[in-house]
């Protein structure tokens, strides 16, 4: 009797892992981090051919997912402040509702610095690999809003492409309800993921939660006057908040890998990574269905 009740033990546990599984492939979220972030994409600069790379990568994720696209394609230029030509990567998933939810992450990073590939695991293949990753989930379970789904480029030249996506939406102008941006996401020695955006936009504090057991979600790093704390201005969401669009944006504390060559693949925490990207479905889910 004993065996018999240890086999079925082990079957529902194999049944409640697998759905967790399903929400979530962690597999196709390490696979995109370590393509995104490998010595061939040689630190994703705009204008050269790494940072190409990773436009066809994407691009190819997208078409794979079955995102939407508007225009007749993913690829939305812009005019870069060098005189280059930037290269935001769009596509959407229709919702009931018209008016939009944008999950966002930048793709561009630093490129080779000092003859020094900048590999940018963690800023921002992360959130990227993020982002592929909760398109892969609501390409499989439709939303309530209609969610764009928004890899960004040339931030690291002053969210020069968020910027552009701002000005120029692809939708009309008061459709969109909410940016989730994600910048940094796989690696933290205590656990903690952030949740910045809910000191300016209150309303949004009651969906800052998880069951996650792994990851620890706090709020703050949002609160004007304290300095280089405050997160408010320091990626792509400033874009949408300078717009009047409520933000929460999703992120680490900087490690000493930050904008060094030793952000790589090798220095994540796959584990960690994958139960972020979970906490961060569990909230994009209920503010998809609650507000």
Not at 49 to 68: E, N, P, Q, W, Y
Not at 165 to 180: A, D, I, Q, S, Y
Request: with cysteine; glycine share 10%.
């Amino acid at each position: 009797m004993r065996t018999k009740w240890a086999v079925m033990n082990i079957l529902l546990y194999l049944i409640a892992t697998s759905t967790v599984a399903q929400d979530i492939e962690r597999e196709a979220l390490l696979t995109d981090i370590r393509t995104l972030s490998s010595e061939a994409f040689a630190g994703r600069k705009p204008g050269t051919a790494g940072h190409g790379m990773a436009v066809r990568h994407i691009t190819d994720r997208f078409h794979l997912l079955g995102l939407h696209a508007y225009h007749g394609g993913y690829l939305d230029t812009f005019a870069l402040k060098d005189g280059g030509t930037g290269y935001n990567i769009i596509g959407y998933i229709p919702g009931l509702r018209k008016e939009a939810i944008v999950l966002s992450a930048h793709y561009d990073h630093l490129g080779i610095r000092d003859g020094k590939i900048h590999f940018g695991a963690d800023d921002n293949a992360s959130g990227v690999s993020a982002l592929l990753a909760l398109a892969g989930y609501f390409s499989r379970h439709p939303p309530t809003h209609t969610l764009i789904f928004a890899a960004f480029d040339a931030e690291e030249l002053g969210l020069q492409g968020a910027r552009a996506f701002v000005n120029e939406p692809p939708l009309p102008k008061g459709n969109t309800v909410l940016n989730v941006n994600m910048d940094m996401v796989s690696r933290n020695d205590k656990h903690e993921l952030y949740a910045c955006g809910t000191y300016h936009y209150p309303h949004l504090l009651p969906f800052m939660a998880s069951a996650n057991p792994v990851v620890t979600l706090k709020t703050g790093h949002d609160r004007p006057g304290s300095g280089r704390d405050d997160w408010t201005m320091q990626s792509d969401h400033a874009a949408f908040h300078r717009a009047g669009i409520p933000f929460v944006y999703f992120g680490v504390e900087d490690h000493p890998d930050y904008h060094t060559p030793n952000d790589t693949y090798a220095n994540i925490q796959p584990d960690f990574f994958y139960n972020a990207v979970c906490t961060i479905l569990d909230v994009v889910k209920g503010l998809d269905t609650g507000l």
